[in-house]
């Protein structure tokens, strides 16, 4: 089987689990600057540059992932959130993204490997491409509207270094994730359609929107049902939710998607929300008993978490969905289905 027949079957059969951050993990190591940085000889601070991780410590991440693995995750993301030239530009480290894309990447697949090996429970590789830190929606100047910061091509050819790195390392899929403006994740799918295209096979998409307001839109202005519309062409093998207001804000989002997406469904939410410190209270118990619900009313496919959550979360989202049925993917009705910023059908 391919990897995403093989993810769809085990979709069948049970929930699947996906891990939790590896940010607040990695700072939880309470690494020093010189730990960061490593010997790659980078003069900036390279203090909270969690992506670089993979390269100058990578046992650190090996013990993040295996601790995810011993949760119950079946899915597990790399480490590369910020692993692209815009965001690693911020450290001066644009020159070392295709190495810390193939090492982060290599890490989870040796572990994973490791892992079935020793119990055999099939699980999978995702390799993780953020939104990076700029919009080509949006302008940053408020006084020129038409003002971009970078192309859509610059954005494309961007993303395309980084899924082929991720390809290399090992990846079974490409999980483009906290979309918050839609036109970029376009970008992401134009650079994996290329890839696959010059690689002569399926490179498998998963994409997951983040919202930034209760109506349900993410930044550039998609609602949940337009956003769907707009990348359904891609063929992703996942679409969900993640990051947000956590489970309990996100249920009628999920709900919605749930009912419309011919394919699987992945939601990972944050712990709730931060408080004035921005940290994250809610306890792995709550949130567990929250996305239960979700899987209680059949419209998931695959759990995990977001920002705030922790081994433990994940932990108790595994035991809180043991031996519920998975969601069942709908068949779409026929008609013509086109968005802007809301949906719109036309009636078959």
Same mark, same amino acid.
């Given at each position: ?26 700072? $939880? ?24 991780? $993979? ?23 790399? $480490?590369?959130? %910020? ?17 810390? $894309? ?30 990076? %830190? ?107 939710? %993640? ?31 931060? %408080? ?73």
């Amino acid at each position: 089987m391919s990897a995403r027949e093989l993810l769809r079957s085990e979709a069948k059969r049970r929930i699947l689990i996906k891990d939790g951050p590896y940010g607040t993990a990695i700072q $939880n190591a309470k690494l020093a600057a010189e730990q960061y940085a490593g010997d790659t000889g980078l003069a900036d601070d390279q203090k909270g540059n969690n992506d670089l991780v $993979n390269l100058t410590r990578p046992a650190v991440i090996r013990e993040i992932c295996d601790d995810y693995i011993e949760a119950g995750a079946s899915l597990l993301a790399t $480490n590369t959130f %910020n692993a692209n030239r815009i965001s690693q530009a911020d450290y001066g480290a644009e020159g070392f993204v295709r190495e810390m $894309n193939i090492a982060a990447a290599r890490i989870i697949r040796e572990a994973i490997d490791e892992a079935t090996a020793r119990d055999g429970v099939v699980r999978f590789v995702a390799g993780a491409m953020g939104p990076t %830190n700029k919009t080509l929606s949006l302008s940053p100047n408020v006084e020129d509207p038409g003002f971009r910061e970078v192309t859509f091509d610059e954005v494309k050819d961007v993303y395309r270094e980084q899924a082929g790195a991720l390809v290399e390392g090992g990846v079974d899929f490409i999980l483009v994730e906290t979309v918050f403006d839609t036109l970029n994740c376009k970008a992401a799918i134009m650079a994996v359609r290329e890839l696959a295209e010059d690689l002569g096979r399926d490179v498998p998409l998963m994409i997951s929107l983040t919202l930034t307001d209760l109506s349900g839109r993410n930044l550039s202005g998609h609602t949940v049902e337009a956003f769907w519309h707009t990348v359904r062409h891609a063929d992703p093998v996942t679409i969900g939710l %993640n990051c947000s207001f956590g489970a309990d804000q996100l249920r009628p989002h999920v709900q919605l998607l749930s009912g419309i997406a011919d394919t699987l469904l992945m939601a990972y939410p944050n712990a709730g929300l931060p %408080n004035e410190l921005g940290e994250y209270d809610e306890a792995p118990e709550t949130t567990a008993s929250l996305v239960k619900q979700w899987a209680e009313a059949g419209q998931v496919n695959i759990l995990g978490g977001c920002c705030g959550n922790t081994p433990g979360h994940v932990a108790a989202m595994a035991r809180a969905v043991s031996g519920m049925a998975p969601r069942i993917v709908p068949e779409p009705s026929t008609g013509m289905r086109l968005a802007g910023l809301e949906p719109f059908t036309i009636a078959a």
